[in-house]
């Protein structure tokens, strides 16, 4: 089974508008991290946000929050006044375990390209 | 400038050929992994480094050999590849549980 599920292999959005883009997962470890990363058409993987399961308010950054659902197993990730740098592919990822210690793994979705149109 | 680079940005090599790819970290992270994107798949772990031990392989052909000197280079040393190992190749480091840095790939082309 898959642990990171991504349902829209695609999005459109108009310049300035908001989007969200879905993110499931499965778990059955209490602690876990959940990320998510914006990948440009050069290839780096640039972090946006992370949300830890223990964490009881949604995570913001600027533009970017995450919409976590624990019951749900989601986090779906909201970005506000949408950019047109802001085309790109969005992965979600999952570190399971507590972290901490500077080992780890993290589990990663199959990813969304995101459009934004002018 | 990520604190992560990655050389060459590309790579074209024949199916017997040895090359490297180089991996370094100015972040003083502890951890350090490689990670391989194909077309239409999720990215897939190769290998984890901790303090320049290697602690996870995983079932990565022989063909890939990776390399740890220290804790701020990693390399992964390829010969005999396939076409199908045709790939971006990515490299990241960690320190804590909040998230990794990578860095901007290898394109890797076999022919």
């Known amino acids: 089974a898959q642990k990171i599920t991504q349902t829209q292999p695609g999005m459109f959005v108009q310049e300035k508008e908001a989007v969200t883009l879905d993110c499931t997962y499965d778990?059955?470890?209490?602690?876990?991290?959940l990320f998510w990363y914006k990948q440009p058409s050069s290839g780096e993987m640039i972090f946006l946000i992370y949300?830890?399961?223990?964490?009881?308010q949604n995570a913001t950054e600027g533009r970017y929050s995450l919409n976590f659902q624990k019951a749900r197993k989601s986090a779906n990730l909201v970005i506000s006044a949408s950019q047109l740098g802001d085309s790109a592919m969005y992965f979600c990822?999952?570190?399971?375990?507590?972290?901490?210690?500077?080992?780890?793994?993290?589990?990663f979705g199959k990813g969304t390209l995101l459009t934004v149109n002018p | 400038e990520t604190g992560v680079t990655q050389t060459p940005r590309h790579l074209v090599m024949g199916m017997t050929n040895k090359k490297s790819l180089k991996c370094e970290q100015h972040?003083?992270?502890?951890?350090m992994y490689w990670y391989k994107q194909s077309a239409k798949k999720p990215l897939e772990l190769m290998f984890v480094y901790n303090f320049k031990e290697q602690t996870e392989n995983n079932s990565v052909p022989s063909r890939f050999s990776p390399e740890c000197p220290n804790s701020s280079h990693l390399f992964l040393h390829l010969h005999t590849l396939q076409p199908e190992d045709s790939a971006l190749y990515l490299c990241?480091?960690?320190?804590?549980?909040?998230?990794?840095?990578f860095g901007s790939g290898t394109r890797l082309t076999v022919v």
């Open positions: 990241a480091s960690s320190e804590t549980g909040r998230g990794y840095t």
């Open positions: 778990t059955s470890d209490p602690s876990y991290g």
């Open positions: 949300q830890g399961s223990y964490d009881q």
């Open positions: 990822a999952m570190r399971e375990g507590k972290g901490g210690g500077s080992n780890y793994k993290l589990t």
């Open positions: 972040l003083g992270h502890n951890a």
